[in-house]
Protein backbone atom coordinates (compact mmCIF):
# COMPACT_ATOMS: atom_id res chain seq x y z
CA UNK A 1 0.00 0.00 0.00
CA UNK A 2 1.24 3.08 -1.04
CA UNK A 3 -0.22 6.91 -0.81
CA UNK A 4 -0.45 8.04 -4.10
CA UNK A 5 -0.77 11.84 -3.99
CA UNK A 6 0.30 14.61 -1.53
CA UNK A 7 -1.20 18.20 -1.37
CA UNK A 8 2.22 19.64 -0.25
CA UNK A 9 0.89 23.49 0.57
CA UNK A 10 1.27 26.25 0.21
CA UNK A 11 -0.37 26.80 4.13
CA UNK A 12 -2.95 29.15 3.93
CA UNK A 13 -3.74 28.59 0.45
CA UNK A 14 -7.14 26.60 0.40
CA UNK A 15 -5.26 23.00 1.11
CA UNK A 16 -7.86 21.97 3.76
CA UNK A 17 -10.96 22.87 1.19
CA UNK A 18 -9.36 20.80 -0.91
CA UNK A 19 -8.77 17.94 1.47
CA UNK A 20 -12.47 17.68 2.35
CA UNK A 21 -13.98 17.96 -0.98
CA UNK A 22 -11.34 15.02 -2.02
CA UNK A 23 -12.54 13.25 0.93
CA UNK A 24 -16.25 13.18 -0.78
CA UNK A 25 -14.70 11.43 -4.08
CA UNK A 26 -16.28 7.51 -4.26
CA UNK A 27 -12.33 6.66 -5.66
CA UNK A 28 -10.58 8.15 -3.38
CA UNK A 29 -9.26 7.76 0.29
CA UNK A 30 -8.14 10.64 1.66
CA UNK A 31 -5.32 10.07 5.15
CA UNK A 32 -7.61 10.02 8.39
CA UNK A 33 -5.92 13.12 9.54
CA UNK A 34 -5.09 16.31 7.59
CA UNK A 35 -1.21 17.32 8.20
CA UNK A 36 0.32 13.76 9.42
CA UNK A 37 3.90 15.72 8.52
CA UNK A 38 5.51 12.31 8.42
CA UNK A 39 7.65 13.22 5.28
CA UNK A 40 8.90 16.60 7.52
CA UNK A 41 8.76 15.18 10.90
CA UNK A 42 12.93 15.35 11.51
CA UNK A 43 12.86 19.01 10.18
CA UNK A 44 9.60 20.12 12.67
CA UNK A 45 11.49 18.23 15.60
CA UNK A 46 14.31 20.18 14.97
CA UNK A 47 12.60 23.64 14.29
CA UNK A 48 10.41 23.18 17.50
CA UNK A 49 7.88 25.47 15.99
CA UNK A 50 5.15 27.03 18.32
CA UNK A 51 2.37 25.40 16.72
CA UNK A 52 2.70 21.72 19.33
CA UNK A 53 3.39 19.74 16.15
CA UNK A 54 2.86 15.80 16.70
CA UNK A 55 3.88 14.28 13.48
CA UNK A 56 3.68 10.68 12.47
CA UNK A 57 7.62 9.32 13.04
CA UNK A 58 6.88 5.54 11.75
CA UNK A 59 6.26 4.20 8.41
CA UNK A 60 4.04 1.59 10.61
CA UNK A 61 1.97 4.43 12.09
CA UNK A 62 1.64 6.02 8.64
CA UNK A 63 0.25 2.69 7.28
CA UNK A 64 -2.35 2.86 9.78
CA UNK A 65 -3.74 5.90 9.19
CA UNK A 66 -5.43 4.66 5.33
CA UNK A 67 -7.52 1.36 5.59
CA UNK A 68 -6.51 -1.46 3.69
CA UNK A 69 -9.24 -1.31 0.84
CA UNK A 70 -8.54 -1.74 -2.58
CA UNK A 71 -8.73 0.39 -5.72
CA UNK A 72 -8.64 3.09 -4.04
CA UNK A 73 -6.45 6.61 -4.66
CA UNK A 74 -4.49 7.68 -1.38
CA UNK A 75 -3.41 11.25 -0.67
CA UNK A 76 -2.59 12.90 2.14
CA UNK A 77 -2.34 16.89 2.63
CA UNK A 78 0.68 18.40 4.92
CA UNK A 79 1.82 22.06 3.94
CA UNK A 80 5.08 21.62 6.02
CA UNK A 81 5.81 19.28 2.62
CA UNK A 82 5.93 22.77 0.62
CA UNK A 83 9.13 24.89 2.69
CA UNK A 84 11.43 22.18 4.02
CA UNK A 85 14.84 21.27 1.74
CA UNK A 86 14.32 17.12 2.09
CA UNK A 87 10.58 16.09 1.79
CA UNK A 88 10.54 16.17 -2.16
CA UNK A 89 13.23 13.86 -2.29
CA UNK A 90 11.87 11.84 0.76
CA UNK A 91 8.29 11.61 -0.74
CA UNK A 92 10.40 10.94 -3.86
CA UNK A 93 12.24 7.54 -2.05
CA UNK A 94 8.75 6.30 -0.79
CA UNK A 95 7.00 6.49 -4.09
CA UNK A 96 8.46 7.35 -6.90
CA UNK A 97 5.12 7.54 -9.05
CA UNK A 98 3.60 10.15 -6.24
CA UNK A 99 1.79 12.80 -7.84
CA UNK A 100 1.68 16.53 -6.01
CA UNK A 101 -0.56 19.06 -6.16
CA UNK A 102 0.38 22.50 -4.96
CA UNK A 103 -1.63 25.34 -4.38
CA UNK A 104 -0.18 29.20 -4.61
CA UNK A 105 -1.54 32.07 -3.30
CA UNK A 106 -0.49 35.48 -3.45
CA UNK A 107 2.00 35.74 -0.73
CA UNK A 108 1.17 39.22 0.45
CA UNK A 109 -2.23 38.00 1.34
CA UNK A 110 -1.04 34.66 2.47
CA UNK A 111 1.19 35.76 4.97
CA UNK A 112 -1.63 38.32 6.52
CA UNK A 113 -3.78 35.68 6.38
CA UNK A 114 -1.45 33.07 8.41
CA UNK A 115 -0.46 36.00 10.68
CA UNK A 116 -4.46 36.16 11.32
CA UNK A 117 -4.97 32.77 11.85
CA UNK A 118 -1.94 32.21 14.44
CA UNK A 119 -3.72 35.82 16.42
CA UNK A 120 -6.71 34.06 16.38
CA UNK A 121 -5.11 30.70 18.27
CA UNK A 122 -3.15 32.80 20.64
CA UNK A 123 0.07 32.25 19.34
CA UNK A 124 1.23 35.63 18.42
CA UNK A 125 0.33 39.00 19.86
CA UNK A 126 3.25 41.33 18.25
CA UNK A 127 2.10 43.61 15.15
CA UNK A 128 2.03 41.94 12.23
CA UNK A 129 4.24 44.78 10.07
CA UNK A 130 6.85 44.67 12.91
CA UNK A 131 7.37 41.17 12.59
CA UNK A 132 7.90 41.43 8.99
CA UNK A 133 10.29 44.27 9.19
CA UNK A 134 11.65 42.13 11.55
CA UNK A 135 11.51 45.45 14.35
CA UNK A 136 10.28 42.57 17.67
CA UNK A 137 12.38 41.41 20.06
CA UNK A 138 10.67 38.24 20.95
CA UNK A 139 12.18 34.43 21.14
CA UNK A 140 10.00 33.58 18.39
CA UNK A 141 10.75 36.50 16.05
CA UNK A 142 12.38 34.48 13.42
CA UNK A 143 9.76 31.59 13.28
CA UNK A 144 7.31 34.36 13.01
CA UNK A 145 9.27 35.32 9.98
CA UNK A 146 9.79 32.27 8.78
CA UNK A 147 6.07 31.26 8.61
CA UNK A 148 4.99 34.80 7.53
CA UNK A 149 7.41 35.76 4.79
CA UNK A 150 9.64 32.87 3.77
CA UNK A 151 6.71 30.57 3.41
CA UNK A 152 5.54 32.38 1.02
CA UNK A 153 9.19 32.82 -0.99
CA UNK A 154 7.70 30.06 -3.70
CA UNK A 155 10.58 30.08 -6.43
CA UNK A 156 13.37 27.49 -4.92
CA UNK A 157 10.22 25.38 -3.18
CA UNK A 158 8.35 25.11 -6.36
CA UNK A 159 11.82 23.98 -8.48
CA UNK A 160 13.12 21.62 -5.99
CA UNK A 161 9.64 19.66 -6.60
CA UNK A 162 9.73 20.04 -10.43
CA UNK A 163 13.74 18.81 -10.12
CA UNK A 164 12.77 15.65 -8.09
CA UNK A 165 9.98 14.67 -9.90
CA UNK A 166 9.51 16.49 -13.36
CA UNK A 167 6.55 18.91 -14.13
CA UNK A 168 4.24 16.09 -15.26
CA UNK A 169 3.70 14.35 -11.49
CA UNK A 170 2.90 18.15 -10.64
CA UNK A 171 0.02 20.08 -10.74
CA UNK A 172 0.51 24.01 -9.34
CA UNK A 173 -3.55 25.71 -8.75
CA UNK A 174 -3.13 29.36 -8.35
CA UNK A 175 -4.93 29.73 -5.62
CA UNK A 176 -7.39 32.89 -7.21
CA UNK A 177 -8.17 29.98 -9.64
CA UNK A 178 -9.82 27.64 -7.03
CA UNK A 179 -11.12 30.06 -5.23
CA UNK A 180 -13.33 31.50 -7.63
CA UNK A 181 -13.53 28.65 -10.08
CA UNK A 182 -13.75 26.15 -7.78
CA UNK A 183 -15.53 23.44 -9.70
CA UNK A 184 -13.44 23.78 -12.96
CA UNK A 185 -10.74 23.82 -10.66
CA UNK A 186 -11.46 20.86 -9.02
CA UNK A 187 -12.21 18.89 -12.20
CA UNK A 188 -8.72 19.71 -13.26
CA UNK A 189 -7.29 18.16 -10.28
CA UNK A 190 -9.76 15.14 -10.96
CA UNK A 191 -8.35 15.11 -14.14
CA UNK A 192 -4.57 15.28 -13.20
CA UNK A 193 -5.18 12.26 -10.72
CA UNK A 194 -7.07 10.35 -13.38
CA UNK A 195 -10.48 9.78 -11.39
CA UNK A 196 -14.02 10.82 -12.56
CA UNK A 197 -14.59 14.33 -13.04
CA UNK A 198 -17.95 13.72 -13.15
CA UNK A 199 -18.54 12.82 -9.60
CA UNK A 200 -21.00 15.56 -7.23
CA UNK A 201 -19.27 16.93 -4.63
CA UNK A 202 -20.68 19.48 -2.23
CA UNK A 203 -19.20 22.95 -2.46
CA UNK A 204 -21.41 24.53 -0.75
CA UNK A 205 -19.57 24.70 2.54
CA UNK A 206 -16.21 26.68 3.19
CA UNK A 207 -13.27 25.86 5.89
CA UNK A 208 -10.83 27.80 7.83
CA UNK A 209 -12.97 31.24 7.49
CA UNK A 210 -11.77 33.80 9.56
CA UNK A 211 -13.02 33.65 13.17
CA UNK A 212 -12.52 36.16 15.93
CA UNK A 213 -12.53 34.96 19.78
CA UNK A 214 -15.29 36.74 21.61
CA UNK A 215 -12.52 37.65 24.41
CA UNK A 216 -9.01 38.07 25.11
CA UNK A 217 -9.50 35.15 28.08
CA UNK A 218 -10.70 32.66 25.25
CA UNK A 219 -7.85 33.85 23.16
CA UNK A 220 -5.45 32.90 26.03
CA UNK A 221 -6.84 29.58 26.48
CA UNK A 222 -6.77 29.11 22.88
CA UNK A 223 -3.23 29.47 22.83
CA UNK A 224 -2.18 26.29 25.00
CA UNK A 225 -1.82 24.15 21.54
CA UNK A 226 -1.55 20.57 23.59
CA UNK A 227 -4.82 21.03 25.21
CA UNK A 228 -6.33 21.68 22.79
CA UNK A 229 -5.50 18.82 20.92
CA UNK A 230 -6.00 16.78 24.18
CA UNK A 231 -9.58 17.77 24.64
CA UNK A 232 -10.13 17.51 20.69
CA UNK A 233 -9.58 13.86 20.84
CA UNK A 234 -11.47 13.21 23.92
CA UNK A 235 -14.58 15.71 22.73
CA UNK A 236 -17.14 14.25 20.31
CA UNK A 237 -16.72 16.15 16.73
CA UNK A 238 -20.48 17.90 17.36
CA UNK A 239 -19.82 18.96 20.69
CA UNK A 240 -16.10 20.53 19.08
CA UNK A 241 -18.34 22.55 16.89
CA UNK A 242 -20.56 23.74 19.03
CA UNK A 243 -17.72 24.93 21.76
CA UNK A 244 -16.03 26.41 18.37
CA UNK A 245 -19.52 28.42 17.65
CA UNK A 246 -19.85 29.74 21.74
CA UNK A 247 -15.98 31.10 21.53
CA UNK A 248 -15.58 32.62 18.61
CA UNK A 249 -17.33 34.72 16.28
CA UNK A 250 -17.63 34.97 12.20
CA UNK A 251 -16.43 38.64 11.52
CA UNK A 252 -14.58 40.72 8.93
CA UNK A 253 -11.31 40.30 8.62
CA UNK A 254 -8.56 42.71 9.47
CA UNK A 255 -6.91 44.78 6.85
CA UNK A 256 -3.35 44.87 5.77
CA UNK A 257 -2.05 48.06 6.27
CA UNK A 258 -0.49 49.85 3.06
CA UNK A 259 2.87 49.85 4.64
CA UNK A 260 3.29 46.13 5.10
CA UNK A 261 1.83 45.84 1.63
CA UNK A 262 4.19 47.98 0.01
CA UNK A 263 6.89 46.37 1.78
CA UNK A 264 5.93 42.91 1.14
CA UNK A 265 5.48 43.44 -2.84
CA UNK A 266 9.05 45.04 -2.93
CA UNK A 267 10.52 41.98 -0.65
CA UNK A 268 8.89 39.14 -2.80
CA UNK A 269 9.08 40.94 -6.58
CA UNK A 270 11.64 38.88 -8.19
CA UNK A 271 10.92 35.86 -6.18
CA UNK A 272 7.01 36.26 -7.66
CA UNK A 273 8.85 37.22 -12.01
CA UNK A 274 11.31 33.78 -11.32
CA UNK A 275 8.42 31.93 -10.34
CA UNK A 276 6.29 33.61 -13.38
CA UNK A 277 8.92 32.40 -15.83
CA UNK A 278 9.43 28.94 -14.59
CA UNK A 279 5.60 28.28 -14.59
CA UNK A 280 5.25 30.29 -17.49
CA UNK A 281 2.47 31.69 -15.77
CA UNK A 282 1.27 35.28 -15.54
CA UNK A 283 1.48 36.38 -11.80
CA UNK A 284 2.01 40.17 -12.19
CA UNK A 285 -1.26 40.77 -10.25
CA UNK A 286 0.33 39.71 -7.37
CA UNK A 287 2.68 42.46 -7.08
CA UNK A 288 0.35 45.33 -8.08
Known amino acids: MKVNFFIAGAP ?54 FSNKKDLLRGEASVSYLFYDDVAKKIKKYNEKAKIIIILRNPVDRAFSH ?65 NNLADTFEKICLFLNISHTFKVDFTKSYNIYKRPRNKIV ?33 KKPKLSS ?16 LSKLLNQDLSSWIK
Open 115 to 179: YLMDYRLGLVSENFEDIVKKRIDHKNALLYYQQYVSVGEYYHQVERYIKVFGPEKLLIVNYDDFK
Open 259 to 274: GARKFLISHYKDDIIN
Open 219 to 251: RWVYSFTRLRKILSQIIPKIAVNYIIKMLFTES
Open 12 to 65: KSGTTSLYQYLCQHKEIEMCSIKEPDFFSSTALKKEQTYYGNDPIKSIEKYNKL
